[in-house]
Each structure stands twice: as structure tokens, then as C-alpha cells.
């Protein structure tokens, strides 16, 4: 398993901007495949965004066009650029790994059960 451990979290006005980060502990960063999940109060987590080496990424519908999933393996960390943010973007954000070889992103990769890693939580308030 990967330790992750997130940041970036806060409060915001609607139509704000966050950058979340995920700094992973094992060199193995690079061959996994890393989301960002999010979890409102009395609602399930949910997927947001994955990415996989090459770069080749995956997004739920609701945050198409205002959130970038990317990755930097020199430095373990994964981010999440969240733009135009509203207050149903408002939750609990969590990075999760699971190891893979592959190149192109899976589709069960905005999946809770497909990941065997995940962080903490970073907490993400959006007000109107």
C-alpha cells in the first residue's frame, strides 16, 4: 500500500480556485494509477478525477472543463486544480492510489472499490 497524505484544502467563495496536493511515499508513484474522491456530509464518496502515466485522465461530468488532474513523479505528488468551484463542490477530497501497468486510464478508475490506498482528507468549503 501507498501512504498518502493531502493539502490544499480551505474555504472559498463560488467561483473560486484550489489546488489540492497528494504527496505519495513509494517510488512506485509513478506506475499507479492516482484519483482524487470527494465526500459531501450524508452523501457517498464519489470519483472526481484519475490519471495514470502518459497522462491519460478521466473526469466525472460534473467537474468537466473546471477541475485538471496531473501529476509530477519526480516529486510523488498528485494535484487537483479546481476552478469556477461552486458550493455543491463542497466535500471532504481524497487521493487514492492502485497499482497498474496501465497506459490508458481503466474504467472502473473513478471507482471507490477499485483503489486500495487512500489519504486523510482534505476538507474543500465553497460558500455562495
Known amino acids: 500500500q501507498v501512504d498518502l497524505v493531502e493539502s490544499g484544502g480551505g474555504s472559498v467563495q463560488s467561483g473560486g480556485s484550489l489546488r489540492l496536493s497528494c504527496a505519495a511515499s513509494?517510488?512506485?508513484?509513478?506506475?499507479?494509477?492516482m484519483g482524487w474522491f470527494r465526500q459531501a456530509p450524508g452523501k457517498e464518496r464519489e470519483g472526481v478525477a484519475a490519471i495514470v502515466r502518459y497522462g491519460s485522465t478521466r473526469y466525472a461530468d460534473s467537474v468537466k472543463g473546471r477541475f485538471t488532474i496531473s501529476q509530477d513523479n519526480a516529486k510523488n505528488t498528485l494535484y487537483l486544480q479546481m476552478n469556477s468551484l461552486k458550493p455543491e463542490d463542497t466535500a471532504m477530497y481524497y487521493c487514492?492510489?492502485?497499482?497498474?501497468?496501465?497506459?490508458?486510464?481503466?474504467?472502473?478508475?473513478?471507482?471507490?472499490?477499485?483503489?486500495?490506498?487512500w489519504g486523510q482528507g482534505t476538507q474543500v468549503t465553497v460558500s455562495s
Open positions: 513509494t517510488y512506485g508513484f509513478s506506475t499507479s494509477c
Open positions: 487514492a492510489a492502485h497499482p497498474t501497468s496501465a497506459s490508458m486510464i481503466p474504467t472502473s478508475a473513478l471507482q471507490v472499490w477499485w483503489y486500495n490506498s
